[in-house]
């Protein structure tokens, strides 16, 4: 008898995570693949990578999608379910920490703040336009230190005298850190600065106005910094938890709820197959010119067939879609 698995993708910004989880949702496999700015090609390549990573004894009972390419990926694979990250995010930090009620969340380039209680998210925020409180920022800064981003964080909890760097902007917090090298600082003090600045305006900015409670949990990319995860139980005086797979909590937390979608209704997957990923996809913008409100409408093409419409404001377009299993929209 074949095991069956659940498929989870988030498709972000900056990375596109997938995950497999087995009937007991245990993480079978997980990907972590850098979007580079071509969801499309890191969508195809990930589902190769994983797909080619099972045995013919097990297959997918279910699949969702979520993130920022969450319509574009849930389109090309056949997803089960169409979730928001706060959703995503949600359902998978419940599940590994059940009495969760506080949720951060910083990524590549959006940081976000959850707030649960009962297991029901009562609210939330995300950052505005500015990166400057999001993983980029290290990036660049490491990059620019000379320092693997792996050890930035090693790197901060060695400071002996962490300066202060201004966090409100990233550009304004690039020339601060140029400024206290030149006055002598030292990388390791610097490195914290900058921890506690990302810390501070998260708090400051995200976070702004909201009750964090405890169970605190910690997630997204940014959680494997040891520098930022020591920032914030400075700041909050409270422990922060980090779950296991705190990297791919969006993807873990679509593929629990496509499962729980399926089981409750009864209904078979629509997933296509990972043989889909060899699809020739390309995507077009077209201006609906049917009122005035002339939406832009993406329309997705695989080996040149139309196969989904999305972006309208009245559902003309969206309820379209060329291959039958899609017929049934999926809008969240």
Same mark, same amino acid.
Request: charged share 20%; net charge neutral.
């Given at each position: 008898?074949?095991?069956?698995?659940?498929?989870?993708?988030? +498709? $972000?910004?900056?990375?596109?995570?997938?995950?497999?989880?087995?009937?007991?949702?245990?993480? +079978?496999? *997980?990907?972590?693949?850098?979007?580079?700015?071509?969801? &499309?090609?890191?969508?195809? *390549?990930? +589902?190769?990578? &994983?797909?080619?990573?099972?045995?013919?004894?097990?297959?997918?009972?279910?699949?969702?999608?979520? $993130?920022?390419?969450?319509?574009?990926?849930?389109?090309?694979?056949?997803?089960?379910?169409?979730?928001?990250? &706060?959703?995503?995010?949600?359902?998978?930090?419940?599940?590994?920490?059940?009495?969760? #009620?506080?949720?951060?969340?910083?990524?590549?380039?959006?940081? *976000? &703040?959850?707030?649960?209680?009962?297991?029901?998210?009562?609210?939330?925020?995300?950052?505005?336009?500015?990166?400057?409180?999001?993983?980029?920022?290290?990036?660049?800064?490491?990059?620019?230190?000379?320092?693997?981003?792996?050890?930035?964080?090693?790197?901060?909890?060695?400071?002996?005298?962490?300066?202060?760097?201004?966090?409100?902007?990233?550009?304004?917090?690039?020339?601060?850190?140029?400024?206290?090298?030149?006055?002598?600082?030292?990388?390791?003090?610097?490195?914290?600065?900058?921890?506690?600045?990302?810390?501070?305006?998260?708090?400051?900015?995200?976070?702004?106005?909201?009750?964090?409670?405890?169970?605190?949990?910690?997630? $997204?990319?940014?959680? #494997?910094?040891?520098?930022?995860?020591?920032?914030?139980?400075?700041?909050?005086?409270?422990? +922060?938890?980090?779950?296991?797979?705190?990297?791919?909590?969006?993807?873990?937390?679509?593929?629990?709820?496509?499962?729980?979608?399926?089981?409750?209704?009864?209904?078979?997957?629509?997933?296509?197959?990972?043989?889909?990923?060899?699809?020739?996809?390309?995507?077009?913008?077209?201006?609906? *010119?049917?009122?005035?409100?002339?939406?832009?409408? !993406?329309?997705?093409?695989?080996?040149?067939?139309?196969?989904?419409?999305?972006?309208?404001?009245?559902?003309?377009?969206?309820? !379209?879609?060329?291959?039958?299993?899609?017929?049934?929209?999926?809008?969240?």
């Amino acid at each position: 008898m074949k095991k069956t698995l659940s498929l989870g993708i988030d +498709v $972000g910004s900056v990375s596109t995570n997938m995950i497999l989880l087995d009937d007991e949702n245990n993480v +079978v496999k *997980k990907l972590y693949i850098r979007t580079h700015g071509r969801p &499309i090609d890191a969508l195809r *390549k990930g +589902v190769a990578a &994983i797909g080619g990573a099972l045995d013919g004894e097990a297959e997918v009972c279910a699949a969702g999608t979520t $993130g920022s390419g969450r319509q574009l990926a849930g389109v090309i694979i056949g997803a089960d379910v169409v979730k928001n990250e &706060i959703t995503a995010h949600a359902a998978a930090a419940c599940h590994m920490v059940p009495e969760a #009620a506080t949720i951060l969340e910083i990524g590549g380039q959006d940081s *976000k &703040i959850i707030l649960l209680r009962d297991g029901m998210v009562s609210d939330f925020a995300m950052n505005t336009v500015c990166a400057a409180g999001t993983g980029s920022v290290l990036d660049s800064q490491a990059a620019r230190l000379g320092i693997p981003i792996e050890d930035f964080g090693g790197y901060a909890l060695k400071a002996k005298n962490p300066v202060r760097i201004a966090g409100r902007c990233a550009v304004f917090a690039e020339s601060d850190m140029i400024s206290k090298q030149q006055a002598g600082h030292t990388n390791e003090d610097i490195m914290a600065g900058l921890c506690d600045a990302l810390v501070r305006n998260y708090l400051n900015n995200v976070a702004k106005k909201k009750e964090i409670r405890t169970p605190i949990v910690f997630q $997204g990319g940014v959680a #494997a910094n040891v520098g930022i995860a020591a920032a914030f139980e400075q700041a909050l005086k409270q422990k +922060v938890i980090i779950p296991q797979h705190y990297d791919v909590m969006g993807a873990f937390g679509a593929a629990l709820l496509a499962k729980e979608r399926l089981l409750s209704s009864g209904r078979t997957t629509r997933f296509f197959g990972f043989a889909s990923c060899h699809n020739d996809y390309t995507v077009h913008g077209v201006e609906c *010119k049917g009122c005035m409100n002339l939406c832009e409408v !993406i329309e997705i093409r695989s080996d040149g067939e139309t196969i989904a419409y999305w972006g309208d404001r009245c559902g003309k377009w969206s309820c !379209i879609c060329a291959r039958p299993e899609n017929k049934e929209h999926i809008n969240t």
